[in-house]
């Protein structure tokens, strides 16, 4: 219930924080320009603000999400239906368009990019963190094996660990990030 509060001001960093970025991947992947992107993102947020006393919240649907899904989708109608009518029509407008136009089905092109850039984001911020809270070396030790899939003997030779050493940081350091994205996942209610 935290958003419905206007003066709550440090859930609504929270929430720029944590949407902000995922909701301009979004729309920037849909073709559009930074300057435009970021326009559709500001208006996106404020009319988060004016309707989030609306909202009827039911966690197990995901209808924060939804919701946020169905207003950026929204807007970007909105936008390229503009640019159908102005002269700077392009082929891209129009697919975008009818991609837009399409029924909210969680299998459409549209809904599947948008969980998938929520999936994104969700990783992002629970590796960030992790890392804030973990041992320099353990970290490594986790980055160097499942990031950048080198070897556990790389590792341990550039880190000078053991490799059982190594392979006990990026199991402490996996599970801390399963538990992190499971606690992003819950915290997602609270904004409304």
Same mark, same amino acid.
């Given at each position: 219930?935290?958003?419905? !509060?206007a003066?709550?001001y440090?859930?609504?960093?929270?929430?720029?924080?944590?949407?902000?970025?995922?909701?301009?991947?979004?729309v920037?992947?849909?073709?559009?320009?930074? %300057?435009?992107?970021?326009?559709?993102?500001? $208006?996106?947020f404020?009319?988060v603000?004016m309707?989030i006393?609306?909202?009827?919240y039911?966690?197990?649907?995901?209808?924060?999400?939804a919701?946020?899904f =169905?207003?950026?989708? +929204?807007?970007?109608?909105?936008?390229? @239906?503009? #640019?159908?009518?102005?002269?700077g029509?392009? %082929? +891209?407008?129009t697919?975008q368009?009818?991609?837009?136009?399409?029924a909210? $089905?969680?299998? +459409?092109?549209l809904?599947? #990019?948008?969980?998938?850039?929520h999936?994104?984001?969700l %990783?992002?911020s %629970?590796?960030?963190?992790?890392?804030? +809270?973990? !041992?320099?070396? =353990?970290?490594s030790?986790?980055?160097? =094996?499942?990031?950048?899939?080198?070897?556990?003997a790389?590792?341990?030779? @550039?880190?000078?660990?053991?490799?059982?050493?190594i392979?006990v940081?990026?199991?402490?350091v996996?599970?801390?990030?399963?538990a992190?994205?499971?606690?992003?996942?819950?915290?997602?209610?609270?904004f409304?």
């Amino acid at each position: 219930m935290r958003l419905r !509060d206007a003066n709550d001001y440090e859930a609504w960093e929270d929430f720029l924080r944590d949407y902000g970025p995922m909701l301009y991947r979004f729309v920037r992947s849909r073709g559009l320009q930074d %300057a435009d992107a970021a326009d559709i993102v500001q $208006d996106v947020f404020r009319r988060v603000g004016m309707a989030i006393g609306k909202l009827e919240y039911d966690k197990e649907k995901g209808g924060f999400r939804a919701w946020l899904f =169905t207003i950026t989708r +929204n807007r970007l109608y909105t936008y390229f @239906e503009k #640019q159908k009518r102005s002269a700077g029509n392009t %082929a +891209n407008d129009t697919a975008q368009l009818e991609l837009l136009s399409q029924a909210a $089905d969680e299998r +459409n092109e549209l809904a599947e #990019q948008w969980e998938l850039e929520h999936l994104r984001s969700l %990783a992002a911020s %629970a590796m960030k963190r992790v890392e804030e +809270n973990s !041992d320099p070396k =353990t970290w490594s030790a986790f980055r160097i =094996t499942a990031v950048e899939g080198r070897s556990a003997a790389d590792a341990a030779e @550039e880190l000078s660990m053991s490799t059982g050493a190594i392979y006990v940081a990026k199991s402490r350091v996996t599970a801390r990030l399963r538990a992190e994205i499971k606690k992003l996942q819950q915290d997602e209610g609270d904004f409304v």
